[in-house]
């Protein structure tokens, strides 16, 4: 996620209209938690005391893929491949919560 999606994201829900929800309180907190820790990964990269590799997030393929050559985003403005990701996402967390219970269950002799 970019900084300027975590921002307005930020933004957003801790308006006087959302702040007054725990659920929106926490997500705030994750988010500038979050922002503060890509903050401090970005500065490590750019002064050189970490080196991105292949595989990082923000390696060479995955800029590569995110980026053409002019700068510019491949998917700018698309939300589309965000939404897929977090389906895909929430899809294998219920997968590994089917299969933890199906092993409790086991582990119980199917009682």
């Known amino acids: 996620m970019t ?3 975590l ?3 930020i933004t957003k829900y801790s308006s006087p209209s ?5 659920n929106a309180n926490r997500l705030v907190e994750l988010l500038v938690e979050h922002r503060g820790l890509i ?3 970005y500065n490590d ?3 050189g005391l970490r080196r991105l590799e292949e595989r990082d997030f923000l390696g060479p393929d995955e ?3 995110i980026y053409n050559t002019e700068g510019r985003r491949l998917d700018e403005g ?4 965000d939404l897929e990701y977090f389906m895909a996402l929430e899809q294998k967390m219920a997968d590994m919560k089917r299969s933890e219970w199906q092993a409790l269950y086991s582990a119980k002799g199917g009682e």
């Open 78 to 81: 698309n939300q589309a491949t």
């Open 3 to 5: 900084r300027s999606r």
């Open 39 to 41: 903050q401090i990964e």
């Open 45 to 47: 990269v750019t002064s």
């Open 18 to 22: 959302w702040n007054t929800q725990a």
């Open 63 to 65: 800029r590569s893929r």
């Open 7 to 9: 921002d307005r994201l």
